[in-house]
């Protein structure tokens, strides 16, 4: 156990470091974020899935789907409206790429 690991500091997109292409990987991270802002109001909501569901406008299963990390399911239009629904709003800012 005296072999020492390389460490590799990333690039703030687990996506792009796993090795999708720039664009996809973009896209992938501005759904997980959303998602993650979604699984969090069902948390703290203390509602059942069923009542969750209801309230950000999509079917439990679907809903059941978004709480499974399923982000091949889910378009940022589609999580965008979720959150519409829940209340919320989503801003978007534009910056040229570093």
Same mark, same amino acid.
């Given at each position: 156990m005296t072999e020492r690991l390389?460490?590799?500091?990333?690039?703030?997109?687990v996506f792009a470091d796993i090795?999708?292409?720039?664009?996809?990987?973009?896209?992938l =991270?501005?759904?997980?974020?959303?998602?993650t802002r979604i699984?969090?109001?069902v948390k703290r909501s203390g509602m059942t899935q069923a009542e969750a569901a209801r309230s950000?406008?999509?079917? =439990?299963p679907r809903l059941n789907d978004l709480l499974r990390g399923k982000i091949d399911k889910f378009s940022l239009d589609a999580l965008v409206n979720m959150?519409?629904?829940a209340g919320?709003?989503?801003e978007l800012r534009v910056k040229k790429a570093a």
């Amino acid at each position: 156990m005296t072999e020492r690991l390389k460490m590799e500091r990333g690039s703030g997109n687990v996506f792009a470091d796993i090795g999708f292409p720039p664009e996809e990987a973009q896209n992938l =991270q501005l759904r997980s974020d959303l998602m993650t802002r979604i699984e969090r109001f069902v948390k703290r909501s203390g509602m059942t899935q069923a009542e969750a569901a209801r309230s950000l406008g999509v079917t =439990q299963p679907r809903l059941n789907d978004l709480l499974r990390g399923k982000i091949d399911k889910f378009s940022l239009d589609a999580l965008v409206n979720m959150l519409g629904h829940a209340g919320m709003r989503v801003e978007l800012r534009v910056k040229k790429a570093a």
